[in-house]
């Protein structure tokens, strides 16, 4: 039930779940990951996936373009800790 979206250039199976759910209940997505700053230290780092529940687009539309956007914050965090 994958569906495939860009991680870092290359197509990578991804599940649906975040999406749909946000779609069916037109709850924010806070995508969140806590940096590690030292033993002890860690850096929240928060940010909000936009999304639209119109009618414009197919559903298989809306998920992959939510999809992409989470992906797209996950390479961010990748790239600014890419020791973690």
Known sequence: HAIFVDFFGIPAATTKAVALAALRTRAP???????????????????????????????????VAIMNQVHAALEAAISEYPEQ
């Open 29 to 63: 997505i806070i995508f969140l990951i806590a940096a590690r700053l030292g033993p002890d230290s860690y850096r929240p780092i928060l940010k909000e996936i936009h999304y639209s529940v119109d009618d414009t687009g197919t559903l298989e539309e809306k998920i």
